[in-house]
Antibody, heavy 120, light 108 residues
Framework: EVQMLESGGGFVQPGGSLRLSCAAS????????ITWVRQAPGKGLEWVST????????YYADSVKGRFTISRDNSKNTLFLQMNSLRVEDTAIYYC?????????????WGQGTLVTVSS | EIVMTQSPATLSVSPGERATLSCRAS??????LAWYQQKPGQAPRLLIY???TRAPGFPARFSGSGSGTEFTLTISSLQSEDFAIYYC??????????FGQGTKVEIK
């Protein structure tokens, strides 16, 4: 059974940093692109970033480019999202999701999410 | 960036009735469209991909149709467990994989 489990969320002041993790199991982790999607409280879904299985390709939404860094450790089946220079508008539940096509463009398996709150 | 527009924002339906949700793209996305179902406090679940292919675990009362810029999600006979928010997402011009703003299906 595919499982995705996010951790690392919490409360941080504007300008601060946070590192999210996503532990995956139930599939050959290195074979799949993985994506971060976020959802602000009471709002819709926003694609954040995707990383290829071998880490050779990464993509970012314009809203986070230059501030967030996606990475993965295939030896530990773990995905990361390093978030720097956080803004109030980054407040959201962050989901990791296993890609279901080669590029990871859509996802059938999501974690339950981790809440990031940016506030002074 | 392709903009996805869903309508209506809220759909009030009685159990057993048919629900029709619309999703429009600002430019053609071919058949590269997914639908997700999200219930309160839960992560989204992939419902449809390729505009019309149902994901495992969803019954046949759910169907997707359309191509280009106009897409429809139909729930033929609403059950209590179907009341949720439904999002469409294009993945033709990816990244970014833009989502619609969602349609909430509520009990009438």
């Amino acid at each position: 059974e595919v499982q995705m489990l996010e951790s690392g969320g919490g409360f941080v002041q504007p300008g601060g940093s946070l590192r999210l993790s996503c532990a995956a199991s139930g599939f050959t982790f290195s074979n799949y692109a993985i994506t971060w999607v976020r959802q602000a409280p009471g709002k819709g879904l926003e694609w954040v970033s995707t990383i290829s299985g071998s880490s050779d390709v990464t993509y970012y939404a314009d809203s986070v480019k230059g501030r967030f860094t996606i990475s993965r450790d295939n030896s530990k089946n773990t995905l990361f999202l390093q978030m720097n220079s956080l803004r109030v508008e980054d407040t959201a539940i962050y989901y990791c999701a296993k890609g279901d096509d080669f590029w990871g463009r859509y996802s059938a398996h999501w974690g339950q999410g981790t809440l990031v709150t940016v506030s002074s | 960036e392709i903009v996805m527009t869903q309508s209506p924002a809220t759909l009030s339906v009685s159990p057993g009735e048919r629900a029709t949700l619309s999703c429009r793209a600002s430019q053609s996305v071919s058949s590269n469209l997914a639908w997700y179902q999200q219930k309160p406090g839960q992560a989204p679940r992939l419902l449809i991909y390729g505009a019309s292919t149902r994901a495992p675990g969803f019954p046949a009362r759910f169907s997707g149709s359309g191509s280009g810029t106009e897409f429809t999600l139909t729930i033929s006979s609403l059950q209590s467990e179907d009341f949720a928010i439904y999002y469409c997402q294009q993945y033709n011009a990816w990244p970014p994989g833009t989502f619609g703003q969602g349609t909430k299906v509520e009990i009438k």
